[in-house]
């Protein structure tokens, strides 16, 4: 049994820690060390002959090369020398960011196909720029049909500026029991993807700047919030069979063809507890025909021109009786939002919570606030935080009108 340590007066701090810390398992030593940044995680390796190897075992492989960090480690050769001393049989994160200019394919599928062979659970791939002639598993693709011990046990996928296939992407969702949550950004080479199945247990989807994407299916039970970003025109967006969808994000859409965005998610209305839209003139009057009795948060990006009535908003908030958390942001480059136009009083009970980003203090900005704090009964708060431009438009430092409102009490207006 190895005995305690004696400290003595003579016994330098880093020593007594040192001593200390060897009382530990390796289990747990390993745990520590995979907390570090990789390359002072492999500097551990001096401290004895005992913690010689110990860092090669780490689960967290973190090869950075966009940040710059002096701790991170992104040259080729030395990733290379990284996953042959790696001895651990299993990682829990790998991620790869890196500069692609002097990178070959060969070298990214191989790095690549190593993370998976070590039964990867969270892998994470950015490439800048994105290397058009390397798509996501292509080469391997084949491989992993028979050898899939390495590839079910992925929880999470995020590839950026990588390009992928719809039918790779497909046969991950598939073969890969454990997977909760898929990110996609910035890839050309992606134009359908079809999240379909039963057994299919992801929970959280993102898209995003895919902009050869022509169709999204989804039809599984298990999936909790999906967020898109990019155009919207031909998009062709199919939901169903989505009874846990209560987080659904869809924006960066030119809203000229509103039917093809507010259609697809109407089955989603009843159970939707989250909401985040860019929003036009036609999108309210598609709202006014349904009701959203669970949503508790909305996020609108609202596009305006000079001159426009805001009060059309009025109806998405009456079509969620049970809203808390409303917030608006103003652009002021797009399309009308609606003609200037007299709304009806309607009490919101459950509104407790507003922010108004982008303010410029224009009489519709002016119009739209004191609606909400005229009929939001129960409100606590609103946060407006002004913008920095006039656009000839307005006097973004000007909210004196709204200062001296008269507001109800426990009311906090707070101008940012």
Wanted: hydrophobic share 40%; net charge positive; aromatic share 8%.
């Amino acid at each position: 049994m190895r005995k305690r340590p004696r400290i003595t007066p003579a016994t330098r701090e880093g020593e007594i820690v040192e001593d200390l810390m060897s009382l530990l398992p390796d289990d747990i030593l390993i745990n520590i060390i995979s907390r570090l940044p990789l390359k002072e995680a492999a500097k551990t390796s001096v401290l004895s002959s005992r913690w010689k190897y110990l860092w090669t075992f780490t689960t967290v492989l973190d090869f950075d090369g966009i940040t710059e960090s002096s701790n991170c480690i992104s040259d080729p050769t030395c990733i290379d020398k990284v996953l042959q001393l790696h001895r651990g049989s299993s990682i829990n994160k790998f991620r790869l960011c890196l500069y692609s200019k002097d990178l070959h394919e060969s070298e990214i599928t191989n790095w690549v196909y190593s993370a998976l062979s070590k039964r990867v659970q969270i892998f994470e791939l950015e490439l800048w720029p994105r290397l058009k002639n390397y798509t996501f598993l292509e080469n391997c693709y084949n491989n992993l049909k028979s050898e899939l011990s390495g590839v079910k046990y992925l929880r999470s996928l995020r590839l950026f500026s990588v390009n992928v296939t719809g039918e790779i992407l497909e046969f991950i969702l598939h073969n890969c029991p454990l997977l909760d949550q898929l990110s996609v950004v910035r890839s050309e080479t992606l134009v359908s993807l079809k999240v379909v199945g039963s057994a299919i247990q992801l929970k959280h989807l993102r898209i995003s700047t895919c902009y050869r994407l022509n169709e999204i299916k989804i039809s599984t039970p298990n999936l909790l919030s999906f967020k898109y970003f990019g155009p919207g025109q031909e998009l062709k967006l199919h939901i169903e069979n989505a009874p846990q969808l209560v987080d659904i994000s869809f924006r960066g859409v030119m809203l000229t063809r509103v039917r093809n965005v507010v259609g697809p998610i109407t089955s989603c209305f009843p159970q939707l507890k989250t909401l985040e839209l860019d929003s036009c003139d036609e999108l309210y009057a598609q709202f006014s025909e349904h009701e959203l009795p669970n949503l508790t948060h909305l996020h609108l990006r609202v596009a305006t021109l000079n001159r426009e009535s805001l009060l059309g908003l009025a109806s998405i908030m009456k079509a969620c009786p049970f809203l808390q958390t409303l917030i608006v942001q103003f652009d002021y480059n797009g399309y009308k939002v609606g003609r200037r136009r007299k709304v009806p009083r309607h009490s919101h009970q459950h509104l407790k919570l507003v922010e108004l980003h982008g303010f410029l203090g224009r009489p519709i900005d002016l119009e739209l606030a004191f609606y909400i704090l005229e009929n939001a009964t129960t409100l606590e708060k609103m946060v407006v935080n002004r913008t920095n431009y006039s656009f000839g438009c307005g006097n973004a430092k000007d909210c004196t009108k709204l200062r001296e409102a008269k507001l109800r009490q426990g009311v906090e207006l707070l101008v940012l």
